[in-house]
T-cell receptor, first 109, second 114 residues
Framework: TQLLEQSPQFLSIQEGENLTVYCNSSSVFSSLQWYRQEPGEGPVLLVTVVTGGEVKKLKRLTFQFGDARKDSSLHITAAQPGDTGLYLCAGDSNYQLIWGAGTKLIIKP | EAGVAQSPRYKIIEKRQSVAFWCNPISGHATLYWYQQILGQGPKLLIQFQNNGVVDDSQLPKDRFSAERLKGVDSTLKIQPAKLEDSAVYLC????????????FGSGTRLTVV
């Protein structure tokens, strides 16, 4: 059974701080996607990383795909209350997405 | 472009009753997914359609859940009879063929079974 483990499960920090969340697996994925989900809404795609070692930046968010394509990280610089939400990673395996359980992030003003 | 439409947004039913959810995907998206998301967890795939055919329903509790996508466009998911443990958010998503462009999700239906 393929698993994607996300850590931490929950993170509460002050506005302006930096943070990193992780997505790890023992399986290799052809690509990995990050989504953010706000309360009462469905997940929204943030980014897809495809190449081992790839780094993508989306304003204050930096996404990295591990060299072996088994893990990924999301780094947020100078977090803002608008970053609050559930961050989900999903790995593409044989054209199906394997989902992590998510990291619930709260940014306090 | 219009997003994925789902209805209703909320539903409260008693156990053993039946319920149906509706989803209209983004126009042109061949693949449609129904997910179950329990509070604090990631989405769990229930069923995947490619046009009007089922690609994967391995995690669908077929004794009580059913889904159809008759014309390859909109879809319905039904639960009959509902159990307490079915309380969750039911998310519909659609995509172009394949996963490389990501999925577009609807806002979901929050089901409470009492």
């Amino acid at each position: 059974t393929q698993l994607l483990e996300q850590s931490p499960q929950f993170l509460s920090i002050q506005e302006g701080e930096n943070l990193t969340v992780y997505c790890n697996s023992s399986s290799v994925f052809s690509s990995l996607q990050w989504y953010r989900q706000e309360p009462g809404e469905g997940p929204v795609l943030l980014v897809t990383v495809v190449t081992g070692g790839e780094v993508k930046k989306l304003k204050r968010l930096t996404f990295q795909f591990g060299d072996a394509r088994k893990d990924s990280s999301l780094h947020i610089t100078a977090a803002q209350p608008g970053d609050t939400g559930l961050y989900l990673c999903a790995g593409d395996s044989n054209y199906q997405l394997i989902w992590g359980a998510g990291t619930k992030l709260i940014i306090k003003p | 472009e219009a997003g994925v439409a789902q209805s209703p947004r909320y539903k409260i039913i008693e156990k053993r009753q039946s319920v149906a959810f509706w989803c209209n995907p983004i126009s042109g998206h061949a693949t449609l997914y129904w997910y179950q998301q329990i509070l604090g967890q990631g989405p769990k795939l229930l069923i995947q359609f490619q046009n009007n055919g089922v690609v994967d329903d391995s995690q669908l509790p077929k004794d009580r859940f059913s889904a159809e996508r008759l014309k390859g466009v909109d879809s319905t998911l039904k639960i009959q009879p509902a159990k307490l443990e079915d309380s969750a958010v039911y998310l519909c998503a659609s995509s172009w063929t394949g996963t490389e462009y990501g999925y577009t999700f609807g806002s979901g239906t929050r089901l409470t079974v009492v």
